[in-house]
C-alpha cells in the first residue's frame, strides 16, 4: 500500500502534488499512459491500450522533479517509489519527445517556480552576511586586515609573529 508519512508531508500538499502530477501525465506524454497513486487511484491518459503503467508507490515531491526530473524519477525508480509495467525504453523516449513534457523544458514546468526566494530575499541575505562591520573582522585578523595564514610556535605568540 502506500508509505508516506503525513506528519512529514502534510495532507494538503500531498493533494496539490497529485493535482500537478495528474497534469504532468495529461500532457506530457504523446501516448497512452496508465497511472496507478500511492493511493490506490488509477487513472488512464490518451487514447487505447497503455504503452506502460506507471506505478507511483510513495509522493515524490513535485519541487524536486520540477528542479531535476530526470534524476528525481531515476532515484525514485531505484529507490523502488516508482515501478514500471511495460516498456520502460519506449516511455522514457515518449517523454522525452512530448512537446509538453515536464522532462524538456515545457511550459507546463514554468508554471511551477523553481526558487522559494526573491531577487530582494537574495540581496538581503547577502548583505547580512557580509556587511556586519569592521568590529567582527578586528577580532581574528590583524591591524592591516589581512587574510593570511599563521603558525604558532608557542601560546606567547601574537597574531602578528605567527603571520
Known amino acids: 500500500m502506500f508509505s508516506y508519512n ?25 501516448a497512452p499512459i496508465d497511472v496507478e497513486f500511492w493511493d490506490g487511484e ?23 522533479i520540477m528542479a531535476h526530473a530526470s534524476l528525481t524519477f531515476g532515484e525514485a525508480y531505484m529507490d523502488g517509489k ?12 515518449i517523454a522525452y519527445d512530448s512537446k509538453e ?23 538581503a541575505d547577502v548583505q547580512s552576511h557580509y556587511d556586519i562591520g569592521n568590529d567582527f573582522y578586528n577580532m581574528w585578523l590583524d591591524p592591516t586586515m589581512t587574510y593570511s595564514c599563521a603558525y604558532f610556535v608557542s601560546e606567547k605568540d601574537t597574531l602578528e609573529d605567527a603571520q
Not at 103 to 114: A, M
Open 6 to 30: 503525513t506528519n512529514i508531508v502534510g495532507k494538503g500538499e500531498i493533494m496539490l502534488d497529485k493535482t500537478i502530477y495528474k497534469q504532468i501525465f495529461k500532457s506530457g506524454f504523446d
Open 82 to 93: 516508482i515501478e514500471i509495467k511495460g516498456n520502460l525504453q519506449q516511455l522514457v523516449k
Open 101 to 123: 513534457s515536464f522532462l524538456n523544458g515545457s511550459k507546463f514546468s514554468k508554471l511551477i517556480p523553481k526558487h522559494s526566494h526573491s531577487e530582494n530575499k537574495s540581496k
Open 42 to 64: 488509477k487513472v488512464s491518459y490518451g487514447q487505447g491500450d497503455p504503452i506502460a503503467t506507471i506505478i507511483l508507490h510513495d509522493v515524490i515531491p513535485i519541487k524536486d
